[in-house]
């Protein structure tokens, strides 16, 4: 089965503060997909990034920077100099490549706010 | 491109009515989705089609919740009757393959609320 776990539940930084956001997840497919969502306020899921499970590459993106690593099945996801533009709640998700390929499974979500 | 499509953006109705959710998915993706979203938590498969069949509901709740893709581009979601738990947002998703987990492309939404 598909798990993806996101402990923090809210997380409060203060404009130009750097913030990581963890997310472990679990599965028993060999091959899989770990992606990153955002919601803002607007309710619209926008998609940040999909890694496979064969790339463990960190990838940087401006300010966006992620953290893959299989040993602790571990996918973090950190801002640099966070923004308020950056309040949203983040997701988490994994795709396998078994039973319910393609269903993305979500963890529960961590609210970000960035104060000014 | 223009984006995945839903209508209503909102909608409010008592328990045991019911009520339909549309999605219009981008132009020439195969895969459509419908997901919900309960307050608090992440979005939950109900259902996917590939072009206008069937490939999962294993979690849609199929004595009250049915989806339709008849011509296998738009879709219809229906929940009849609601339950005061079937408050939540409907989010529609689509992407360009579903073999190889292209990235899945979301509509704003459908807020629901069952008074």
């Known amino acids: 089965a598909q798990k993806v776990t996101q402990a923090q539940t809210e997380i409060s930084v203060v404009e130009k503060e750097d913030v990581t956001l963890d997310c472990v997840y679990e599965t028993r497919d060999t091959t899989y997909y770990l992606f990153w969502y955002k919601q803002p306020p607007s309710g619209e899921l926008v998609f940040l990034i999909r890694r496979n499970s064969f790339d463990e590459q960190n990838e940087i993106s401006g300010r966006y920077s992620w953290n893959f690593q299989k040993s602790t099945s571990s996918f973090n996801f950190t801002i640099t100099a966070s923004q308020v533009v950056d309040s949203a709640v983040y997701f988490c998700a994994l795709s396998g490549t078994g039973t319910g390929a393609n269903n993305l499974f979500f963890g529960t979500g961590t609210r970000l706010t960035v104060i000014p | 491109e223009a984006g995945v499509a839903q209508s209503p953006r909102y909608k409010i109705i008592e328990k045991r009515q019911s009520v339909a959710f549309w999605c219009n998915p981008i132009?020439?993706?195969?895969?459509l989705y419908w997901y919900q979203q309960i307050l608090g938590q992440g979005p939950k498969l109900l259902i996917q089609?590939?072009?206008?069949?069937?490939?999962?509901d294993s979690q849609l709740p199929k004595d009250r919740f049915s989806a339709e893709r008849l011509k296998g581009v738009d879709s219809t979601l229906k929940i009849q009757p609601a339950k005061l738990e079937d408050s939540a947002v409907y989010l529609c998703a689509s992407s360009s393959y579903s073999g190889f987990n292209y990235g899945y492309t979301f509509g704003s939404g459908t807020r629901l609320t069952v008074v």
């Open positions: 132009s020439g993706h195969a895969t």
């Open positions: 089609f590939q072009n206008n069949g069937v490939v999962d």
